[in-house]
């Protein structure tokens, strides 16, 4: 799509066809969909003699749709396979030359967020670019076709006219086919790659409460040693905005105990939101020195010697 030619006249371009004709060849194959649009186009293609970039919206945003719904079946495929392997490459050729130019003086923080901005903005750019030159494109293809059915049957205009309908024209089972496509892919997204990213910012969320509540705990028992009374008021500094500590009497999920420390995570950014709100409690069990541990989260996730509740 990126590789037209620009000649004059541009190819498969009929110049002893006269212009109703023209128009009535172009209709056949366009269709009755956007039949206004590409016609107003594919007129000022043949008035200045040569192809040129045009913008087009719905190639921008869904351009393997497009294709298919366009009956463009080969070309999606090539665009699906080729396109978005070229559209990789670049932004792992980027990616790696800014891991080793650029990370080491980005705080780790920012780190991740740079990554997924530099391949949205490569991605971006081929799509523009894309974008630019699908008018262009479509109107080459037409021309073909044109010519073809032409070619094929020089005497017989219903044949012609089938063959248009047959090879232009659109396709809802192309599309529904195009939009389910993307829905798998944000599936599999979601599924496989996913978990790989919050896998270990996970782990550093649940290490940092449990580290937290933890040390907490320790504190707390050794001043209910002291004292014999829960110590509410002992100063609290988780040393972390994703872990609140509270100390008190009693504790959802506890039956008996006089005195718990909970560790609520919170201000978990994505892909680990599902962490917000979870729970670490460290309650006491009366009349001994023993403390015990209960979690709101599930086994897999919970410290070995956190139960889930």
């Not at 790989?196 to 509540?213: C, G, H, Q, R």
């Not at 201000?267 to 015990?292: A, C, G, M």
Request: net charge negative.
């Amino acid at each position: 799509m990126l590789f037209i030619e620009t000649d004059s006249p541009p190819p498969f371009y009929q110049e002893k066809l006269p212009p109703a004709r023209r128009t009535q060849l172009d209709k056949w194959f366009i269709g009755h969909r956007s039949q206004r649009y590409y016609l107003k186009r594919f007129e000022q293609f043949d008035e200045q003699g040569y192809l040129s970039p045009k913008w087009h919206w719905a190639a921008f945003f869904v351009t393997f749709p497009w294709l298919l719904y366009r009956k463009r079946y080969m070309d999606a495929l090539v665009y699906s396979v080729a396109g978005w392997s070229f559209i990789q490459l670049n932004i792992a050729l980027v990616l790696v030359a800014v891991e080793f130019l650029v990370m080491p003086y980005i705080a780790d923080a920012y780190q991740m967020t740079i990554r997924v901005s530099i391949a949205a903005l490569i991605w971006l750019f081929w799509s523009f670019m894309v974008a630019r030159w699908t008018d262009a494109y479509y109107y080459r293809m037409a021309r073909r076709e044109i010519a073809d059915a032409i070619n094929d049957y020089p005497q017989d205009e219903h044949l012609q006219q089938a063959h248009l309908r047959q090879e232009g024209g659109v396709s809802l089972f192309g599309l529904g086919w195009g939009f389910g496509f993307f829905a798998f892919i944000l599936m599999v997204i979601k599924v496989q790659f996913l978990p790989i990213i919050a896998k270990p910012k996970e782990n550093e969320v649940l290490f940092d409460a449990y580290d937290t509540v933890k040390t907490t705990q320790n504190h707390v028992a050794l001043a209910f040693r002291q004292t014999g009374q829960c110590p509410l008021d002992l100063p609290i500094d988780s040393g972390t905005e994703q872990v609140h500590i509270d100390i008190d009497r009693s504790a959802a999920g506890v039956a008996e105990t006089d005195c718990v420390v909970i560790a609520t995570i919170q201000n978990v950014k994505f892909p680990i939101r599902y962490l917000n709100d979870q729970t670490l409690v460290f309650y006491h069990l009366p009349n001994s020195d023993d403390w015990e541990c209960i979690s709101s989260l599930n086994k897999k996730q919970a410290p070995e010697n956190c139960s889930p509740d």
